[in-house]
């Protein structure tokens, strides 16, 4: 069974940082591109950022402020987030793809994110 299972969400301030973890389990992580997007309810999702053996991608509106990073022996999923800003907050649902830039093949219950001083 397919799982992604996100952790690390919460409050923090603008300016802020937060660490989000994906544990990932049910199939083989090397196969597959794996990422985050991001929904804010009422609209439609955004991808953030995709890693895989061949790319890793941001969003131009997280470029430089977000760090996507995997480790395939221990099924982990990290995206660092520093410097957020009050247009980040959302909930983030880690995802797998068959390539970065295509659409998720399965994802998360997501965590929330806020951003509020």
């Known amino acids: 069974q397919v799982q992604l299972v996100e952790s690390g969400g919460g409050l923090v301030q603008p300016g802020g940082s937060l660490r989000l973890s994906c544990a990932v389990s049910g199939f083989t992580l090397d196969y597959y591109a794996i990422g985050w997007f991001r929904q804010v309810p009422g609209q439609e999702r955004e991808g953030v950022s995709c890693i895989s053996s061949r790319e890793t991608t941001y969003a131009e509106s997280v470029k430089g402020r977000f760090t996507i990073s995997r480790n395939n022996r221990k099924k982990m999923v990290y995206l660092q987030m520093n410097s957020l800003e009050p247009e980040d907050p959302a909930v983030y649902y880690c995802?797998?793809?068959?390539?970065?830039?295509?659409?998720?093949?399965?994802w998360g219950q997501g965590t929330q994110v806020t951003v509020s001083s």
């Open positions: 995802a797998a793809y068959v390539a970065c830039g295509s659409g998720p093949v399965a």
